[in-house]
């Protein structure tokens, strides 16, 4: 979930910004558009009930008037003529209607009928309710709506087929009758409280989101992918110090951007050739008089001095190589190719153990990786060895996952305190006092290991052993 809602990537993050910008443009728009048409549709009613009032007060006046003998000779006219907009009856008991859901608009229909009614006709008693017109009765005899002759109720109602909710006032007359007015609303669907979410609506807002989401995936990914091809470039600088420059084309940005980049490699370019040169030089330089000095010692009569001006001569010499092997620790002009991991490992532990004598395991498997030959096969050797240098027993432990290989080297030595940890990277630097058992190396060999691991994008960490000893990780990624 998380993945989700923190996005790796620049593109995915410009997407579900859009994306959230655009759902919640929508449910604004789309409750603010909701509002005002249920607004509008309470004013339509509001209004239509209070004209329905009047014409029903009117109705009501005009059969109240009407002596009691004629009331049914002119309601039977009226319903083979279909001459008014209500069904009426009269009635010796008022008929109860079924309870049926309420809702503001119908509660804001009776409301205004009532009202004006009672402003009509100054009738306080009245029964105002809806109902279906399968759950209606409208005789004395409670005859259903439906069991009518056809003409009456569709001539009364003018709703073919009986379906919408059925207004019906009763209101009681002289002599005991009751008056019962049955009406269907021009408007009866707005009866009905509206739906927040309903299926056309979910259907125009589910569009609009999905073209916004196309046309905002589009148009981010061409906005974005120069950066992809900056970042590519930059991967192979950091392989390939020799890669082909940017194009320095498109909008003025990313000129400009191509430009910088373009000219930071070629500054890059010309300070490694000129470390290497001056490293070059100065090896050079040294071993003459390194060379001279030696032949002199060997003149000298004293055997002590002559052995210690030899073996002080050999320490300088070792000095000038790990210096220039500290500057030429990965061979940034080596092309990386496919390397079998396993087969390397193996290689260097067959090589390491003849020399050596230790005691070397080994177990997983790790598979191929694209990397650099000579680089990577130097890195695990001086790792390796340093492990066998300090320890009898060294186990060393391959795994691959779906982005890493991750290559395990552990040994019984004395291990490194973990102050000390992140200080031995530094070049030179060497726990002698703590962790020899012989004299030797000038302290590059995990300087170099981490900087060949950091040029392949992994990186490598020390820890402490589950025999005691030191525990190194290197972590090569498989996409580099």
């Known amino acids: 979930m998380k993945r989700w809602w923190r996005p790796r990537t620049l593109r995915g993050r410009f997407v579900l910004i859009m994306l959230l910008g655009v759902l919640g443009a929508q449910i604004a728009s789309y409750g603010i558009w909701s509002w005002q048409e249920n607004r509008e549709r309470l004013v339509r009613l509001d209004t239509l009930s209070r004209h329905l009032a009047e014409s029903l007060a009117a109705t009501v006046r005009y059969f109240s008037s009407l002596p009691y003998e004629y009331r049914h000779i002119v309601l039977d006219q009226l319903r083979d003529m279909g001459g008014t907009r209500f069904f009426v009856s009269v009635n ?33 008693e009245m029964y105002i309710g809806f109902s ?41 007359l002289e002599g005991g009758n009751w008056l019962f007015v049955a009406t269907s609303l021009p408007m009866a669907e707005s009866l009905e409280d509206a739906t927040w979410l309903s299926g056309d ?40 110090l020799e890669s082909p420059p940017l194009a320095e084309r498109g909008p003025r940005e990313l000129r400009d951007t191509a430009m910088a980049f373009n000219r930071m490699s070629e500054r890059i370019r010309h300070q490694v050739e000129e470390r290497e040169r001056l490293f070059s030089a100065i090896s050079h330089d040294l071993k003459t008089p390194i060379t001279r000095l030696r032949l002199r010692a060997e003149m000298l009569d004293s055997p002590a001095q002559r ?17 220039l092997a500290s500057v030429k620790g990965l061979d940034l002009h080596e092309t990386a190719s496919a390397i079998d991991v396993d087969a390397l490992v193996k290689d260097l532990m067959e090589e390491l153990a003849v020399h050596e004598g230790a005691s070397i395991h080994l177990e997983g498997h790790a598979g191929w990786l694209s990397a650099k030959p000579l680089a990577l096969k130097r890195c695990l050797a001086n790792l390796i060895e340093n492990a066998i240098f300090y320890a009898q027993h060294v186990d060393i432990a391959l795994h691959r996952d779906y ?36 004299t030797g190396g000038s302290g590059l060999g995990l300087a170099i290991a981490r900087h060949i691991v950091r040029a392949h994008g992994g990186e490598i960490y020390l820890n402490e052993s589950s025999e005691g000893g030191l525990s190194v990780q290197l972590s090569l990624p498989l996409a580099h």
């Open 403 to 438: 982005e890493h290989i991750v290559i395990g080297i552990s040994d019984d030595g004395p291990g490194i305190p973990q102050a000390q940890r992140e200080r031995v990277f530094e070049p030179f630097v060497r726990l002698e006092p703590s962790r020899s058992r012989h």
């Open 307 to 323: 052995e210690a001006f030899i073996h002080s001569l050999d320490e300088m010499n070792q000095l000038v190589k790990g210096a």
């Open 92 to 124: 010796d008991h008022r008929i109860a209607l079924p309870s049926t859901s309420g809702g503001n608009a119908r509660e804001m229909v009776a409301a205004n009928l009532r009202d004006g009614l009672e402003q009509e006709l100054g009738q306080r």
């Open 201 to 240: 609506r979910l259907f125009v807002s589910m569009a609009v989101l999905l073209t916004v989401i196309m046309l905002s995936l589009w148009g981010i990914r061409r906005s974005t992918r120069p950066l992809s091809i900056l970042a590519k470039a930059a991967r192979r600088l950091g392989d390939d």
């Open 132 to 172: 279906q017109p399968g759950d209606l009765r409208v005789f004395n005899n409670e005859v259903p709506l439906a069991e009518l002759p056809a003409h009456w109720a569709h001539r009364s109602l003018a709703i073919t087929p009986l379906s919408t909710p059925i207004l019906v006032v009763q209101m009681p």
